[in-house]
């Protein structure tokens, strides 16, 4: 692992509000965990895989305008499933997503941003996939007009960066298509940075951090 010897004005925007954020951290399960409460009380949780360092989970909870506290919002992993049929038993959510209809998950590797597009059985001469002419977004759409997605990258918003079609690729396999766009090196030195500042964490071993989809 490299050392990065950064001082704070040589930072980007996105690492300095991680690292002035009060944060509490959690290791279970094979993966760091991670609670931040950022200025403005918005909270983040973000889960990464110990041995691989992956990011697999980050979701937002945000202030209401009356000062209320709004349900998670996931922005990297997957949904809690069981968590929803509980929900929808107890009235709360009215409708699930179908087993059949296409699901769109974001997982992410140290080097892509990824997404994982299950339950779209067409060959992959079926399928578009550009960036968007302004090069903040990525369209997919089918030359059958069954399916059409936008995908957009928060981290490179936050990053004020724009999207290149040449670190784009898709593939397709076993139903499932792969949309895989390469992290440009602000975003990977970006992370670097914050595993660095994450490992020399104090993590408690067991119970939970408030990462709850609560």
Same mark, same amino acid.
């Given at each position: 692992?490299?050392?990065?010897?950064? +001082?704070?004005?040589?930072?980007?925007?996105?690492?300095? +509000?991680?690292?002035?954020?009060?944060?509490?951290?959690?290791?279970?399960?094979?993966?760091? #965990? @991670? =609670?931040?409460?950022?200025?403005?009380? %918005?909270?983040?949780?973000?889960?990464?895989?110990?041995? %691989?360092?992956?990011?697999?989970?980050?979701?937002? &909870?945000? /202030?209401?305008?009356?000062?209320?506290?709004?349900?998670?919002?996931? $922005?990297?992993?997957?949904?809690?499933?069981?968590?929803?049929?509980?929900?929808?038993?107890?009235?709360?959510?009215?409708?699930?997503?179908?087993?059949?209809?296409?699901?769109?998950?974001?997982?992410?590797? &140290?080097?892509?941003?990824?997404?994982?597009? &299950?339950?779209?059985?067409?060959?992959? +001469?079926?399928?578009?996939?550009?960036?968007?002419?302004?090069? =903040?977004?990525? %369209?997919?759409?089918?030359?059958? !007009? /069954?399916?059409? !997605? #936008?995908?957009? @990258?928060?981290?490179?918003?936050?990053?004020?960066?724009?999207?290149?079609?040449?670190?784009?690729?898709?593939? =397709?396999?076993?139903? +499932?298509?792969?949309? *895989?766009?390469? #992290?440009?090196?602000? @975003?990977?030195?970006? *992370?670097?940075?914050?595993?660095? $500042?994450? /490992?020399?964490? /104090?993590?408690? !071993?067991?119970?939970?951090?408030?990462?709850?989809?609560?």
């Amino acid at each position: 692992m490299p050392t990065f010897n950064i +001082t704070m004005s040589e930072l980007s925007p996105w690492v300095e +509000t991680l690292k002035s954020a009060r944060k509490t951290a959690l290791i279970q399960d094979g993966r760091r #965990k @991670i =609670h931040f409460t950022l200025s403005d009380g %918005t909270e983040l949780c973000e889960e990464y895989e110990i041995k %691989t360092n992956d990011l697999v989970v980050r979701k937002w &909870r945000r /202030k209401s305008t009356l000062g209320g506290v709004k349900a998670w919002e996931l $922005e990297v992993g997957e949904s809690d499933v069981a968590s929803g049929m509980s929900a929808l038993s107890l009235g709360t959510q009215q409708l699930i997503e179908s087993n059949s209809n296409p699901v769109c998950i974001r997982r992410d590797t &140290r080097r892509a941003f990824q997404w994982r597009i &299950r339950n779209l059985p067409y060959p992959l +001469t079926a399928y578009q996939v550009t960036v968007d002419d302004d090069k =903040h977004g990525i %369209t997919i759409r089918t030359s059958n !007009k /069954k399916y059409f !997605k #936008k995908l957009t @990258i928060p981290d490179m918003e936050r990053s004020r960066l724009v999207l290149d079609s040449n670190s784009l690729t898709f593939a =397709h396999a076993n139903n +499932t298509l792969i949309v *895989q766009f390469k #992290k440009p090196k602000a @975003i990977v030195d970006d *992370q670097e940075v914050l595993l660095e $500042e994450f /490992k020399k964490m /104090k993590s408690t !071993k067991d119970g939970d951090v408030e990462c709850n989809q609560s």
